[in-house]
């Protein structure tokens, strides 16, 4: 007994007439849900063989003094090609989770100003002191989500930040009002983007240079995550950028998703 899956088109003549159409897209929805288990699957089955993996290797670097030059080079390789397999097999299950649960379970009013903290301290360790990572608050309510889930887009906006800009450069986290709602916005002044590209960011793997992503360690799903999370906040992505000037990733929540400051956590839940 499985569900039907129809996809309906109407067109619109004049005033009074409609043409509708009706497709039966059961199996490709049905193809879609085997494709995100498998993905789902195949990524937590690969994280356990190469924690194990990690570990010897991290075993192994403890006697690095002790071997050839030529195998310790080989060793820092090998570790790093393993922490890069990590994350990406981190990303491709957290991916497929935030596909399949229908999430909303542990929605809470923010702490906004702790959150933004928090992700500025882990993207300043990252930028080290060549960039210069700064909050701004100018907005009292709070949004009403998922803690982890925003946590982590804002920290892959914001490590996209310190990873795509040059020495010197100023990335801002923002939290403010906006016509629909209110807004979290990363902004940066770095190289920016090419306008062809800013359509495509989101999808899975999609890349400006892929030479430099994975320079920089990249998994090149950070975006899709962003996008697959706001969906979850019934918010969206809307990216401004132009070579030379910077990029400013913002996304909106609507009013819906806002509560008063003081609004106790425990009201919320359930
Ligand atoms: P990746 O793991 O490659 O960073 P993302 O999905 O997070 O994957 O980003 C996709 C691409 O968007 C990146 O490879 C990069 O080319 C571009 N990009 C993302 N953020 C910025 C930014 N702040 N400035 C310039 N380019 C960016």
């Known amino acids: 007994n499985e569900r039907m899956v129809l996809q309906f088109q109407i067109t619109l003549y004049g005033d009074d007439e409609r043409l509708v159409m009706a497709r039966d897209i059961t199996r490709l929805h049905r193809l879609e849900e085997m ?18 993996l990690a570990g010897y290797l991290e075993t192994y670097a403890t006697y690095a003094e002790q071997l050839p030059p030529r195998l310790a080079q080989g060793l820092t390789r090998m570790q790093e090609q ?20 229908r999430g909303g379970e542990d929605h809470l009013p923010l702490a906004m100003d702790a959150l933004l903290e928090e992700v500025r301290r882990d993207a300043q360790a990252l930028a080290a002191s060549r960039q210069q990572v700064r ?19 804002l920290s892959n906006l914001a490590f996209n930040a310190v990873r795509y800009t040059p020495e010197g450069s100023q990335v801002v ?55 697959h999370v706001l969906l979850r906040h019934d918010a969206y992505l809307e ?5 030379g ?12 998703r806002l509560v008063a400051a003081e ?6 839940t359930g």
């Open 35 to 52: 494709r995100r288990d498998f993905v789902a699957n195949v990524s937590h089955e690969l994280r356990t063989p190469l924690t194990v």
């Open 263 to 268: 609004a106790a956590a425990d009201r919320m």
């Open 82 to 101: 393993t922490s890069r397999m990590q994350n990406l097999v981190n990303d491709l299950l957290l991916l497929s989770r935030l596909e399949i649960d």
């Open 135 to 153: 909050v701004e608050l100018e907005e009292a309510r709070r949004l009403v989500g998922s803690d982890t889930e925003i946590h982590s887009a």
């Open 239 to 243: 990216i401004e950028s132009r070579p």
């Open 173 to 227: 986290l923002r939290w403010k009002a906006h016509p629909k709602g209110a807004c979290l916005e990363v902004q940066d002044n770095g190289e920016g983007i090419d306008s062809v590209h800013i359509p495509r960011l989101t999808e899975r793997f999609y890349r400006v240079d892929k030479g430099r992503s994975s320079e920089t360690g990249g998994t090149g799903l950070g975006l899709a995550i962003v996008k």
């Open 245 to 256: 000037q910077g990029a400013l990733f913002r996304c909106v929540f609507p009013a819906e």
